[in-house]
Nanobody, 113 residues
Framework: QVQLVESGGGLVQPGGSLRLSCAAS????????MSWYRQAPGKEREYVATIRASGTTGYAASVKGRFTISRDNAKNTVYLQMNNLKAEDTAVYYC???????WGKGTLVTVSS
């Protein structure tokens, strides 16, 4: 029923930027809490950012000031704008809907020169 599809990953140089998208179906992003998580090679999955229905946002300390989570209600899509990327940001990034515990399949971000 609920599907989350991430896109926008790829290879970027340190200091560069990428914008990830999470297109949702079966659930309205305008009325839901939604989050981004990431999992680096050999590491556990970690929290990145959250946006609430009110528009309130929250971030992990490791990305605060560099990443911005947002949404487009008309497109039913959540975004993660990533600026000043570092090698340690390399990971598979996942969209997450806590209500129902729904995960996307992930999109790979590789930060390397």
């Amino acid at each position: 029923q609920v599907q989350l599809v991430e896109s926008g990953g790829g290879l970027v140089q340190p200091g560069g930027s990428l914008r990830l998208s999470c297109a949702a179906s079966g659930s309205s992003v305008s009325s839901a809490v939604m989050s981004w998580y990431r999992q680096a090679p050999g590491k556990e999955r970690e929290y990145v950012a959250t946006i609430r229905a009110s528009g309130t946002t929250g971030y992990a300390a490791s990305v605060k000031g560099r990443f911005t989570i947002s949404r487009d209600n008309a497109k039913n899509t959540v975004y993660l704008q990533m600026n000043n990327l570092k090698a340690e940001d390399t990971a598979v990034y996942y969209c997450y809907l806590p209500n129902g515990n729904y995960w996307g399949k992930g999109t790979l971000v590789t930060v390397s020169s």
